[in-house]
């Protein structure tokens, strides 16, 4: 008689073979395109990263000429806005529990929202205080952008490999350090500073529509298998 069926096995570190737990064979519902719904909810993190760090403090030095010359505020007034980057951590538990209570994407995506409507409605402004309610905005969304939703999905998924992947989805932030800058000094020189902001709003609002699409957070089998996919030991 043929004996009990030999045990799954997945290639680890140094190319040895290693046995798989039970409940690691994924079935389509458990990704997208044969890439775990773990590591989407990783590129989503990043990607919310990058944009909302990207286009806050890296690229603010970046509008100080245009705004005075549009509107005659000094520096200190248009740098007056970051102020209202406290607001973020205020807000962080009060997010913290929608998260809890509702979901991380849908908190993810209202708070990308409410990014791409801070930049969307600058081009608007004709008051000084109109530049001040807009980043008021911007920043109570900050934490269920970044760094709320990628601790707890990067908790979800990886559970044994918690460390390195999110030191992944934190080089989000940087990456939009790199890039954001870019776009928008490109679109200030060669359109106007309106029109810059208005694509950084698109690229939230996109980020946002993604977000709802691609962040799960209820695996259907073993969390692991998401690393294993990878290969991750």
């Known amino acids: 008689p043929s004996g009990p069926p030999a045990p799954a096995t997945r290639v680890g570190a140094g190319g040895t073979m290693c046995p798989m737990r039970e409940g690691r064979t994924r079935s389509s519902s458990d990704g997208l395109f044969g890439l775990s719904f773990g590591w989407w909810a990783v590129a989503a993190s990043f990607s919310a990263a990058a944009v909302t760090l990207g286009s806050s403090q890296y690229i603010f030095g970046l509008y100080f000429e245009p705004l005075e010359d549009a509107f005659g505020w000094n520096r200190t007034q248009i740098s007056a806005s970051l102020s209202f980057s406290a607001v973020g951590s205020l807000a962080a538990p009060f997010l913290g529990r929608m998260m809890d209570k509702h979901g991380t ?54 559970r044994r490999t918690q460390g390195r ?62 690393e294993d996919a990878w290969g991750l030991p």
């Not at 000094?185 to 694509?199: E, K, N, T």
């Open 165 to 226: 992947v999110m030191g992944l989805t934190m080089m989000g932030n940087n990456f939009g350090g790199l890039t954001i800058p870019v776009i928008a000094g490109i679109l200030i020189a060669r359109a106007s500073w309106q029109g810059a902001y208005v694509v950084l709003g698109a690229i939230a609002f996109i980020v946002a529509l993604l977000s709802l699409l691609l962040v799960h957070e209820r695996p259907a089998q073993d969390p692991a298998a998401a």
């Open 105 to 158: 994407k849908y908190v993810m995506a209202l708070s990308l929202v409410l990014t791409a409507l801070s930049f969307l409605l600058r081009p608007l402004m004709s008051e000084l205080w109109h530049w001040y309610a807009l980043s008021f905005l911007q920043f109570v969304a900050f934490s269920g952008t970044s760094a709320l939703p990628a601790g707890r999905l990067v908790g979800i998924w990886f």
